[in-house]
């Protein structure tokens, strides 16, 4: 059973750029989750996607968009960076029953770094 | 609103003592409560999951209990090890709300060898 992963690792750009990152879900799961934990932080919901949809947001801008595949896994896309959104972007796939909480299981997350 | 708290921010203790770290919750309308352990610059390790029906769950040296009603978790670790060093989170998934799951800030503990 494959787990969670992300890519990259770690990503450094320049305010105003935009950037995309990437997950992979876990083996049989349905719904992606990503989430913004900046230092010292819990980390904030962001969205939630769930068969190729959108399943709900937290309290973020639009420059904050993504999409699911038909495969389950899903990107993350920041429009016109901002420093304040440095931070280790997380997330979290899980098998969902409609809506359902099931377990949530995370990968390593992506660390942006925006200078 | 949901509103997620966990006490203490921070803890020191000797190695081989017993702990408990608490989470309290302000809106008991909750699908259920995930306790996760960080290390440093890294991802959530899933630790115990509780349904919102149930009371307690336990894992090895882990035990979570869950009282809905006044809104508090604990998160029991028996005979504490230098490796259980790590950062502690406790998480809500809400029932039908689009912020899905809730997190607090965390409590770093530290086990002293």
């Known amino acids: 059973e494959t787990g969670v992963t992300q890519s990259p690792t770690h990503l450094i750009k320049t305010r105003g750029q935009q950037v995309t990152l990437r997950c992979s879900s876990q083996?049989?799961?349905?719904?992606v989750s990503w989430y913004q934990q900046a230092l010292g932080q819990g980390p904030q919901f962001i969205f939630q996607?769930?068969?190729?949809?959108?399943?709900g947001r937290g309290n973020f801008p639009p420059r904050f968009s993504g999409l699911q595949f038909p495969n389950y896994s899903s990107e993350l896309n920041v429009n016109a960076l901002e420093l304040d959104d440095s931070a280790l972007y997380l997330c979290?796939?899980?098998?969902?029953?409609?809506?359902?909480?099931?377990?949530?299981?995370f990968g390593p997350g992506t660390r942006l770094t925006v200078t | 609103k949901q509103e997620v708290t966990q006490i203490p921010a921070a803890l020191s203790v000797p190695e081989g003592e017993n702990l408990v770290l608490n989470c309290s919750f302000t809106?008991?309308?909750?699908?259920?409560l995930q306790w996760f352990r960080q290390d440093p610059g890294k991802g959530l390790t899933s630790l115990l999951l509780?349904?919102?029906?149930?009371r307690e769950q336990t894992s090895g040296r882990l035990n979570a209990s869950l009282d809905k009603s006044s809104g508090r978790s604990t998160l029991y670790i028996a005979a504490s090890q230098p490796g259980d060093s790590a950062t502690y989170l406790c998480?809500?998934?809400?029932?039908?709300?689009?912020?899905?799951?809730?997190f607090g800030k965390g409590t770093r503990l530290h086990i002293l060898p």
């Open positions: 979290a796939s899980s098998l969902a029953v409609g809506n359902a909480g099931s377990e949530q299981y």
């Open positions: 809106d008991s309308a909750i699908y259920n």
């Open positions: 996607y769930y068969r190729e949809e959108e399943n």
């Open positions: 509780i349904q919102s029906s149930q």
């Open positions: 998480a809500v998934i809400v029932a039908n709300r689009d912020d899905k799951i809730i």
């Open positions: 083996s049989g799961h349905n719904t």
